[in-house]
């Protein structure tokens, strides 16, 4: 792969791992927000997608690492 398209999948990757880290603390949120409230299924529901979110973000960590990346782990966007 070419230097140039090398470094542009790694900020795409890492533009993605900003994106899922914002995911995951967004449905932690609603996860301890909800629990705490008494609502255990649907906060569960939301524990669960921050989990997968949490395993998307190993792969595309894993990608960024095999094409020689460093790994931003900077979410996107506070929680709102």
Same mark, same amino acid.
């Given at each position: 792969?070419?230097?140039?398209?090398?470094?542009?999948?790694?900020?795409?990757?890492?533009?993605? #791992?900003?994106?899922?880290?914002?995911?995951?603390?967004?449905?932690?949120?609603?996860?301890?927000?909800? !629990?705490?409230?008494?609502?255990?299924?649907?906060?569960?529901?939301?524990?669960?997608?921050?989990? !997968?979110?949490?395993?998307?973000?190993?792969?595309?960590?894993?990608?960024?690492?095999?094409?020689?990346?460093?790994?931003?782990?900077?979410?996107?966007?506070? #929680?709102?």
């Amino acid at each position: 792969m070419k230097k140039m398209n090398k470094q542009k999948s790694i900020k795409l990757l890492n533009k993605t #791992v900003a994106e899922e880290l914002s995911a995951i603390h967004q449905y932690m949120y609603f996860y301890f927000i909800l !629990d705490d409230l008494g609502y255990d299924l649907l906060a569960s529901i939301f524990k669960k997608t921050a989990i !997968d979110k949490m395993i998307h973000t190993e792969k595309f960590a894993e990608r960024i690492l095999f094409l020689g990346g460093d790994i931003e782990m900077k979410p996107s966007y506070e #929680v709102e």
